[in-house]
């Protein structure tokens, strides 16, 4: 199995910055895409930013310009690096990675615990 742990999220004011960290680990085969969702109280999860293996980026309008995801794929480690944080980006974060834990070609997608991120205006 894989396992994604969260860590970065906090409290911060209008206009601040946090980075969220997630790292993969356990039985990892391949990792293809990985990504940032965020679920805010009463709301639906939606997609905050995804990053393919080979770099390609894609990005909820809502964060465009403001937001930028990377990864480490010797870390299998992916990054979400949030500036000019509005009260709006308030939500729990959740870490996504679509992954094989062998030489079967099964992907699955795995999620992390989530991290709370609470922007005060």
């Known amino acids: 199995q894989v396992q994604l742990v969260e860590s970065g999220g906090g409290l911060v004011q209008a206009g601040g910055s946090l980075r969220l960290s997630c790292a993969a680990s356990g039985t990892i085969f391949s990792i293809n895409a990985m990504g940032w969702y965020r679920q805010a109280p009463g709301k639906q999860r939606e997609l905050v930013a995804t990053?393919?293996?080979?770099?390609?980026?894609n990005y909820a309008d809502s964060v465009k310009g403001r937001f930028t995801i990377s990864r480490d794929n010797a870390k299998n480690t992916v990054y979400l690096q949030m500036n000019s944080l509005k009260p709006e980006d308030t939500a729990v974060y959740y870490c996504?990675?679509?992954?094989?834990?062998?030489?079967?070609?099964?992907?699955?997608?795995?999620w992390g615990q989530g991290t709370q991120v609470t922007v005060s205006s």
């Open positions: 996504n990675a679509d992954a094989r834990t062998s030489w079967v070609p099964r992907w699955t997608d795995y």
């Open positions: 990053i393919g293996s080979g770099g390609n980026t």
